[in-house]
Every structure is written in C-alpha cells, then in structure tokens.
C-alpha cells in the first residue's frame, strides 16, 4: 500500500462478521455481507475462512488471532 492510502477496519467488527460465517453450518452464510464485501477487496480472506471451516474452527479466537494478523501486517 502507498503512503497516500489507508484502509480502517473494525478488527473486533471484522472478527465477529468472520467468527460468525466460520461456524454458521448453512449455505446461505456464503450470501452475508461481509462475504461480498470481501469478495470484493480481499477475496483470500474468504479463502482462508473456508478453510477453518474445513478444519471446525469453532473457537473466536483462531478468527481474531487471523484478523489480526492480515490487519496489522506491514
């Protein structure tokens, strides 16, 4: 990222948005928005999301230690 630019994130918003499509057992959770919105800009995120679902990641923590890393990397 250059140094004119700078994208806010709700990391604990972001992390709950995250947590939430991680453990939602339904198909619909591939149509919330922060799927589209992620889909979007940082569609890897999504990626790696699908992947803690393969692996049952069922704890809160493993999606906000992963948020916090992709937010705060330099």
Same mark, same amino acid.
């Given at each position: 990222? /250059? ?11 972001? /992390? ?6 991680? /453990?939602?057992?339904? %198909? %619909? ?5 922060? &799927? ?14 699908? %992947? ?14 992963? &948020? ?7």
């Amino acid at each position: 990222m /250059t140094q004119f630019f700078r994208i806010q994130v709700d990391e604990a918003a972001l /992390t709950d948005a995250l947590f939430d499509f991680v /453990t939602d057992p339904r %198909s %619909s959770r591939n149509d919330r928005p922060v &799927v589209r919105e992620l889909n979007d800009v940082a569609p890897e995120i999504i990626e790696v999301c699908e %992947s803690m679902i393969l692996d049952g990641v069922d704890e809160r923590h493993y999606v906000a230690d992963y &948020v916090h890393a992709v937010v705060n990397r330099q």
